[in-house]
């Protein structure tokens, strides 16, 4: 199970920093992935990061302003969002799936979370 947490609102420029927990075992084997659907609009991809924590892969909308990090010994995926822009006002989800890699697409996950709100203001 995943819950994903640390959403809000703020001001296009601020950071935010979200969270996705996962409860079980075996954390450490399993791919996280980030993705975003704004009202209106399909779900799109964010980040990844593949079951050792070696591997990334950005869109190209968030290089260098997102950073994914994972923490498993706290079971816990963080999203580090900088420079903020209203254009990334979006329910953000996680999902996982067991040895997986930087997939950016939403069917190679088999575990999602119930998402969080972000809401960037201009």
């Known amino acids: 199970q995943l819950q994903a947490s640390g959403g809000g609102l703020v001001q296009a420029g601020g950071s935010l920093r979200i969270s996705c927990a996962a409860s079980g075992r075996d954390f450490n084997t399993y791919a996280v992935g980030w993705f975003r659907q704004a009202p209106g609009k399909e779900r799109e991809f964010v980040v990844a990061?593949?079951?050792?924590?070696?591997?990334?892969l950005y869109a190209d909308s968030v290089k260098g302003r997102f950073t994914i990090s994972r923490d498993n010994a706290k079971n816990t995926v963080y999203l580090q969002m900088n420079s903020l822009k209203p254009e990334d006002t979006a329910v953000y989800y996680c999902a996982a799936d067991q040895w997986g890699s930087t997939w950016s697409n939403t069917d190679k996950y088999g575990y999602w979370g119930q998402g969080t709100q972000v809401t960037v203001s201009s």
């Open positions: 990061v593949n079951w050792s924590g070696g591997s990334t």
